[in-house]
């Protein structure tokens, strides 16, 4: 599996409230809740990326809530992976539960810079940065991680058991 | 190599006998919770899964009480989800309007979880829990569906903090500010994954209702859990506490005394922490040494001591009293103690929701409710509502809360340029009446 794209830099402790606000949660419609993603901290977010672009964040990624709906957010709004110094925890299981891409990489997560195309190999946990010419290694899933990922996601996991 | 209290209790609900932090593990669950804002999501989930009923009808719980009574026609729907599917799945566990409380609050409060228990919910302060010497995180949706289905659930084994208590808080420190004092010392990415487990002799001076309100923002550190030992204030507060059914084990005549030696064996389990248990860190704290405490904009971690935020003569538009934090009985009492025979500034909104219906029947017993309405303080139905920005106390632009609330950060009570300050009920009810934040030092 692999992602490429262009990349959206943010900083630490990007929280659930702002991912996606607590005010459209009662939204069920998964199209119209994306369109709100990040809003509060980049208006022009869910205008200004393509699909299969990459944010990378700092550290703390996603504390806060609970709400899946913020990873779900994120993927629906054609991020392909999230690059970041550490996750808050219930985004971390989350993320992977729902089948969004994430790496937890300090050293890509700091020398990445806004608008640089990056390419992304899940299985080898290669990060190429094209735009400065670097390669960074990052940490493989364990592999009860890696086969929900593969699957999809956890329902597909327990379907599948 | 020992374990801690909280690997204990994981590894009693998978077929090892003994757990070390980082091991991925699939763990049986005893209680799966949900809200009107994540339990629609995993309801939906749960459909796609080959399976039609919930794995024990009698361990899920689901709980209204985001944006009800609801806000608008789409929380409606999303109630109505609800209530459709805990009827077909013969959920007696489903609290509506009427019957509902702010569900970390109510949880406690219906004895629905027991020292030794290993809970989820899909709501972060499902950590609240852990002051009953049980095993609580939170969770997202997708999860909830997969623990509703299967009664299961993974996790990696966290390590932990251990969080060492002496000395006895000063009359007017809560749990509240040993907890965001502790935040603002660790960050909020201080515990990240680890739980956080706390200890000493400094432990029987707090009540359940701090020991509730600690656990409950250990997920504003970036905890895992947290968790406190089982000791006489537990018991106590277990037995009282008893579900219907649970009651039902001890036979009609059995008195307080009885039902307390039972917990642990009857009903629930008690774990403690081994000697040899690895910690990645320890914090000794003095209890005796904390003041009130208030987190500044626009993070729980940003604190400052109640003397240095009235240097600063923050003037507030709003300050709200309630939430899973702060909306127990002991709360209402202490915003009571001030608001009595005090009027709530000009320009101030101040904004009071006992957690549940009991609470409320309780304070209004207690003639709290009478206090906090000649006060010139609104009393609300038990929601969440404010907290996360949802409706009964949204901000404007620029305004300013004071709130015994969880969380700051940007446009998490409104507008994005609006700012909440956490506190406890004491420097929340002074701030209401000052007009700017302040503790309650200043009035009493």
Redesign the interface.
Known sequence: MEAKGKTIKYGDNIDTDIIIPARYLNIMDRKELASHCMEDLDADFSKRINPGDIIIAGSNFGCGSSREHAPQVIKDSGISCVIAKSFARIFYRNAINIGLPIIECPEAAKAIEEGDEVEINFDTGDIKDHTKNVCFKSQPFPEFLQKMINAGGLINYINEK | MGMTMSQKILAAHTDKKELKAGE?IEADIDLVLGND??S??AI??MG???ADKVYDKDKVVLVMD??VPN??I??A??VKTCREFACSQCIEKFYDVGRMGIEHALIPEQGLCLPGDLII????H?VTYGAMGAFST??????M??AM??GKL?FKVPGAIKINLKGKPGKYVSGKDLILDIIGRIG??GA??ESMEFAGEGVAELSMDDRLAICNMA?EA?G?NGIFPVDEKTLDYAARHLSKKNRGLFGENADIEEIKKGIGSVVGKIYEADEDACYEEVLDIDLSKLRPTVSFPH?PSNTRTIDEAEALKVKIDQVVIGSCTNGRISDMRAAAEVLKGRKVADNVRCIVIPATQEIYLQSLREGLLEIFIEAGAVVSTPTCGPC???HMGILADGERCVSTTN?N????MGA?TSEVYLASPYVAATSAVSGFIAGPESVM
């Open positions: 991925l804002i994540t629609p999501v939906r989930e796609k899964i080959k985001h944006f806000k608008d789409k929380s729907e999303n919910g899909a709501d972060s499902t939170g969770v997202g949706s997708t999860d569906a997969a289905a299967t993974w909020v990415d990240l994954y997920i970036g895992k993070l996360l920005g949802g969380r950060f940007v446009g998490r994005k």
